[in-house]
């Protein structure tokens, strides 16, 4: 009998324990959601061209230097097929950074393998950029690669303008466009202090 009363006892701490950590998990499943809403914090207008939508987001729209300014792209196929496949680089983002005293320039470079993404509508296919570094320019214009500033982002006012482009097609076919879909975003601003 006192086996039988052990034996409940561990079911009874067993069940608690899983009525708990379900709990939990739920508690946690709930916040991913506004986790995630949050973290589109600055947007920009979401941009249509053809049946492709592109929405660019920050983490935030004011950084300290030293911060790790993240943009967020979107690409929806809002179009009538189940699913479309696209070719792009290493991916189909692409993003314009100035900053307002024209001292730095953001070049931005990937890799050109070619990559293939099936959308589906009402899915985005959703991509975080972070690598951003400041170099100078000097008085006639040009780059200075050699001279990258000291922080990816110098304190100051920047804007970010993010787009697609992409082909619609996959390996083996001619693509459907004749020449690639490129979806241009809107202007997105932030701030770095120092």
């Not at 701490?13 to 916040?31: D, I, N, P, R």
């Not at 466009?177 to 932030?190: I, L, M, S």
Request: proline share 6%.
């Amino acid at each position: 009998m006192e086996g039988m009363h052990a034996l409940m006892r561990r079911r009874s701490k067993g069940l608690v324990m899983a009525v708990f950590l379900l709990m939990m998990a739920m508690l946690l499943a709930s916040c991913g959601g506004e986790l995630q809403a949050m973290n589109k914090k600055t947007s920009a207008e979401p941009v249509q061209a053809s049946d492709f939508v592109h929405r660019l987001y920050l983490e935030r729209d004011d950084y300290r230097e030293g911060d790790q300014v993240t943009f967020i792209s979107e690409l929806e196929y809002v179009g009538d097929r189940e699913s479309v496949t696209i070719n792009h680089a290493m991916t189909p983002f692409y993003y314009a950074i100035r900053d307002s005293s024209g001292t730095y320039s953001f070049p931005y470079m990937m890799d050109q393998p070619l990559i293939y993404t099936t959308l589906y509508p009402g899915k985005p296919h959703v991509e975080k950029y972070s690598n951003g570094w400041a170099y100078l320019i000097n008085d006639s214009n040009e780059i200075l690669i050699e001279n990258p500033a000291d922080v990816p982002f110098p304190a100051g006012n920047y804007t970010v303008v993010g787009s697609a482009e992409f082909n619609v097609g996959r390996f083996g076919e001619n693509n459907e466009n004749e020449e690639p879909v490129e979806v241009v975003g809107k202007e997105v601003g932030f701030t770095v202090a120092p």
